[in-house]
Every structure is written in structure tokens, then in C-alpha cells.
């Protein structure tokens, strides 16, 4: 059963940069797109960034294109968003699995920006 661990979240003003991290445990993460979606209160999860299992392509919500960046590292089983211009709308908790949810949610990590 694959987990999946979020961190990196935090307090952060506008403008300023976070890069979140999810670890996830088994050796199969390698063959799996995977996504960061969040979710701000009383609103539905959203997906914001995708990649492919090897990493060639990315995809980006239109209200974060430009400013995050998705990556991953198959050797360590970690895929990392990179946010930087963060806004006061990017506060939610964050968090990764494959486009297709197909693992267990984890808990999340949580993100506020400040205005």
C-alpha cells in the first residue's frame, strides 16, 4: 500500500516562495504520473500541477501557470512543487497523488499567505 506524505507547507506573505515535498513510499511511484492538488476551505480539491512518471511533462491550473513548478526525484520517491509570487488565494492544504487519485490521501500540508 503506497503512503503519501506532504510537507514543506507554512506561513508565507505575498510574494514570497514555499517548495513542498511529498515523500511516497513503494517502489511502484516510479511508473505513476502524479499531481499536487489543493484544497481551500468550503471549496472542492483541485488538481494545480501535474507530471509524467518520468518527468518530461508538466501541466499547470491557469491560476498557478508561470508561478509553481512541479518536479520529481524517482531515485528518493519525492515529488516537489515549487511555489514562488505566492498569492493570498494560493492559502490551502496541498496535497499530491496520481491523476486519477488512485492512493490513500494523505494528510496534507498546509499553506497561508498573507496579504
Known amino acids: 500500500q503506497v503512503q503519501l506524505v506532504e510537507s514543506g507547507g507554512g506561513w508565507v506573505q505575498a510574494g514570497g516562495s514555499l517548495r513542498l515535498s511529498c515523500a511516497a513510499s513503494?517502489?511502484?511511484?516510479?511508473?505513476?504520473?502524479m499531481g499536487w492538488y489543493r484544497q481551500a476551505p468550503g471549496k472542492r480539491r483541485e488538481m494545480v500541477a501535474g507530471?509524467?512518471?518520468?518527468?518530461?511533462?508538466?501541466n499547470y491550473a491557469d491560476s498557478v501557470k508561470g508561478r509553481f513548478t512541479i518536479s520529481r526525484d524517482n531515485s528518493k520517491n519525492t515529488v516537489y512543487l515549487q511555489m514562488n509570487s505566492l498569492k493570498p488565494e494560493d492559502t490551502a492544504t496541498y496535497y499530491c497523488?496520481?491523476?486519477?487519485?488512485?492512493?490513500?490521501w494523505g494528510q496534507g500540508t498546509q499553506v497561508t499567505v498573507s496579504s
Open positions: 507530471i509524467t512518471s518520468s518527468g518530461g511533462i508538466t
Open positions: 497523488n496520481t491523476p486519477q487519485e488512485f492512493y490513500p
Open positions: 513503494g517502489t511502484i511511484f516510479k511508473i505513476n504520473a
